[in-house]
């Protein structure tokens, strides 16, 4: 089956667009359907379309290729509404995943002055900095904790500063011409291109450059119990979570984890402990 192939009609991009048009309409049946009509959508096709989406962004077997497809999507069907993708400071990132944590979702969105598509907006951008630049934000956790602790501690809620980016197209194309092009790609060109390769073969490079020290390492771990492939390990992850997994692989600074479920990715060390 093409993950890709339209739900009664609709394709991952169109449901996108529909999903920004609904926006903050979620608790509202009769403003849904004028949208819809507006739109040209039937309740039910669009209905079997967020089903069928639904399930496919959470198939593991796909390697979270149509979540990762339909992101860019929506945050450029929502910029284009809005005039442009909503962006705040790291920092302000920052504070409102504490806030969050601490008064949920809506109340802390609410109170630092968002929209939850601005929170969408925003938030996305940052977690897929994090992702393509582990390093760099590898103290996150401890950022996320300390700003959590300052509002526990009776810090009052405050405004964030948002700007509007225009999102260019990317030299490659829009983005649903990028995912059928992945889709179309080869197996091998598949795997090639697949973030966590492309990760793997960074970990073997740090690991080639200082072989004996990486090896000495973990002969260390293993008499000493630390972590090693094999561990049981808990993931500090940006939402301020702890998540359960196995080490697959160990490198400087990283692990390979393997979480519930089946996905894997590579984690910056001290966002990494015991289980």
């Known amino acids: 089956m093409d993950p890709f192939a339209p739900i009664n009609g609709i394709s991952l991009e169109r449901y996108a667009e529909l999903g920004a048009a609904l926006d903050g309409k979620d608790n509202d049946p009769a403003g849904t359907a004028q949208v819809l009509a507006q739109e040209g959508v039937s309740q039910a096709d669009y209905e079997a379309a967020k089903a069928g989406w639904t399930a496919r962004m959470q198939d593991m077997s796909l390697m979270g290729r149509v979540a990762t497809a339909f992101m860019p999507m929506y945050q450029a069907a929502l910029a284009k509404r809005q ?9 302000d990132f920052v504070y409102v995943s504490a806030m ?12 630092v002055g968002m929209t939850q598509s601005e929170w969408t907006q925003a938030a ?9 630049n582990m390093m760099q934000y590898a103290g996150h956790p401890q950022k996320l904790a300390q700003a959590e602790a300052q509002i526990r501690g ?3 809620p405050r405004q964030v500063q948002k700007s509007a980016e225009r999102i260019a197209a990317a030299q490659q194309g829009p983005p649903q011409q990028q995912a059928v ?18 990760q793997q073969q960074a970990a073997a490079a740090s ?19 630390g972590i090693t492939a094999g561990s049981r390990v808990l993931v500090m992850w940006s939402d301020g979570n702890r998540y359960p997994g196995q080490v697959l692989q160990a490198a400087p600074n990283q692990y390979l984890v393997q979480f519930e479920g089946g996905a894997q990715q590579w984690i910056p060390s001290n966002a990494v402990v015991q289980g």
């Open 100 to 111: 969050i944590k601490v008064y949920s979702f809506e109340p802390a969105v609410q109170a």
């Open 207 to 225: 690991i080639m450059q200082n072989p004996l020290g990486f090896g000495l390492g973990q002969a260390a771990a293993v008499l000493t119990g």
């Open 124 to 132: 996305g951008y940052w977690n897929n900095q994090m992702s393509q």
């Open 83 to 91: 005039g442009g993708a909503t962006r705040i400071s790291y920092d």
């Open 154 to 156: 009776g810090a009052p």
């Open 181 to 198: 092009a992945y889709a179309n790609q080869d197996p091998i060109a598949q795997a090639m291109n697949n973030p966590a390769v492309l």
